[in-house]
Every structure is written in structure tokens, then in C-alpha cells.
DNA sequence: CAAAGGTCCTGCTCGC
DNA sequence: TGCGAGCAGGACCTTT
């Protein structure tokens, strides 16, 4: 479910909520996610003040003085912030608890996500030492995307959802970068010039940002912090429009699949 | 039965 | 021959 700016939204929405308060408990219903919930997880936190929650590609980043916990959300988690002690429900995971009441709440219907604690720099787990730079950060331009992608034969849909290559662009933003860059998603990515690599990379930072405003994109069951469901479904151009006219030319979007996943474009916007 | 917003891991091929 | 990079496919899981 999350992509980038869904991950960014719960983020903004949880850290007002804990930043700077103490936990005072962990409680873990079910630690078989996608890797084992660590087992020592409520003796390292509990008693620790949470100082920033930060995010790195779909990872959020909870900071404390002697470590960090990184929290995937996978492919359908969700947290939420809620009086502790409110009863859980199906798929409620994990609850981290603070001293005044409230607890993070983790809920994930199929176990993609996952939890690790880490103590050194979190720039240097496993699980994050290899991405690639921030889509909104100043190290990804269109000259960068044209440097990674030479002698690459992948369509440059598969090529943009490499966490290697640019960190946290999922199928939906991909979908809808190329579209609004105007390039088909399954050309090589070694054969688009630097040009229309610029075009790719200002439409990336473009309809990620402006999902970010509109607090992510709800398509099932994401929830922002507080509960309430993102809007930006309501501005999606061309993800899961299969068959309606496209918002440009009024051809009808074809649906194809790239890389075992569903991609979409207009036959007559994203020639090539 | 197929597909869903993710991404790691394995094993293969290719080119130097 | 060996090595690294790139690439395809499978794996994890529940719900609709």
C-alpha cells in the first residue's frame, strides 16, 4: 500500500503525537512479519525518550539516544496513533506505548512489513546502505537517472522502481511520472536521452510532492495517523484508469504488465 | 483463481 | 576461468 508519500504523511502525522515522549511499553501480538519482530525489543525501548521521527525511502525512523527503530510499512501496514489500551483488532500488530497514554499502533494484514532495531549509524543497515538517493532530495536529477540507466535493457518503469536506483518510487508514482513525463513505460531505460531523463525526474518530484499535500493516496485500507484516508487517488491520472479516455488526448489507457506489475498508459501521450 | 500500494533473495546470463 | 552487474522469477501473506 504505501508508497513514499503515504510513508511521509503517517510520518508528519505520528511525530507531533510522540517526539519527545518516553516509553513506557512495547507489546507485540504477532512478531512473524515479514522478518521476526526483534525479541528484545520492549528491554531496549522501554525508558527511553523518542528524540525524531525521520524517514528514508518507505522506512521510518524512530531516533532515540542509544538506537534507532526502522518500521517498514510493507504492503499494507498502517500506523495510528491511539489512547493505549483502546482494544486491538485484526492485524494489529504491535503497539508501542508512551507515557501519557498514547501508543503507536501497527497494523498490517499481510506481514510484508517490518520492525528492526538498530544501534549505529541507520544509514548503515543492511537494509538501507544500499538505495539509492531521496526523489525529493538535490542528488536526483535527470542527469543522474541518465549516468545509472546507460547499457540498462529494463523498461524505465522497472528501472525508476529500483530502490537502488531512487529510493521509495512505487508503482502507483511511477505509473504517473511517466505519464505526466510523457514517456512510455516500457521503453529501455538505456535508450531515453538526458532530456527526456530531466522530464522524468521533474515529473517524479512533482506527483510525489503533490501526493505528499494531498496526504498520500488511499486506494484500500491506508489511513493517515489519525485515521482518515489520503486524497490524492482523486488526482491519479492514469493508474487503474484502464479503458477511461485519458485526462490530455481522450484515447482510451491501455493496461500492460511490466516487471509482474500493473502499468498503465496512453497509447497516444506515451508513444515512446 | 487472480490481483493488490513492496522488496529481498536466489540463480541465471552476459560481457570484460 | 572468474567476477560483477543486470535481470527474471519466486518468496513472504491476507483479503477481495
Known amino acids: 500500500m504505501p508508497e513514499l508519500p503515504e510513508v511521509e504523511t503517517t510520518r508528519r502525522g505520528i511525530a507531533p503525537h510522540i517526539e519527545g515522549h518516553t516509553v513506557t511499553d512495547v507489546i507485540v501480538r504477532e512478531p512473524r512479519l515479514r522478518w521476526p519482530v526483534p525479541p528484545a525489543l520492549k528491554a531496549a525501548l522501554r525508558g527511553q525518550r523518542l528524540r525524531r521521527v525521520a524517514r528514508r525511502s518507505k ?28 482494544p ?18 501497527l497494523r498490517d494484514p499481510r506481514r510484508f512489513g517490518s520492525v528492526h532495531w538498530t544501534r549505529g549509524d541507520p544509514a548503515d543497515h543492511p537494509l538501507l546502505a544500499a538505495l539509492g538517493p531521496e526523489p525529493l532530495g538535490e542528488d536526483f536529477t535527470g542527469d543522474y537517472l541518465y549516468a545509472r540507466s546507460r547499457r540498462r535493457k529494463s523498461a524505465v518503469k522497472v528501472f525508476l522502481m529500483d530502490s537502488k536506483v531512487v529510493a521509495g518510487v512505487g508503482n502507483i508514482y511511477a505509473n504517473e511520472a511517466l505519464f505526466r513525463a510523457g514517456v512510455h513505460p516500457g521503453r529501455a531505460a538505456g535508450r531515453i536521452s538526458r532530456e527526456r531523463y530531466a522530464r522524468i525526474a521533474a515529473a517524479v518530484r512533482e506527483v510525489l510532492t503533490a501526493a505528499i499535500a494531498a496526504g498520500g493516496t488511499t486506494l484500500r485500507d491506508f489511513t493517515l495517523a489519525d485515521g482518515s484516508p489520503g486524497y490524492f487517488r482523486l488526482s491519479l491520472a492514469i493508474y487503474d484508469r484502464t479503458g477511461q479516455p485519458c485526462l490530455r488526448c481522450g484515447q482510451a489507457i491501455r493496461e500492460s504488465r511490466l516487471g509482474q506489475r500493473s502499468t498503465f498508459h496512453c497509447p497516444h501521450c506515451q508513444r515512446s
Not at 59 to 77: C, E, K, P, Q
Not at 88 to 105: E, G, K, S, T, W
Open 88 to 105: 486491538p483488532q485484526a492485524h494489529d500488530h504491535l503497539d508501542i506505548v508512551f507515557d501519557d497514554d498514547q501508543c503507536v499502533r
Open 59 to 86: 522506512y521510518l525512523l524512530l531516533h532515540f539516544d542509544h538506537g534507532t527503530l526502522l518500521l517498514h510499512l510493507g504492503m499494507s501496514g498502517s500506523l495510528r496513533v491511539l489512547p493505549a489500551g483502546t
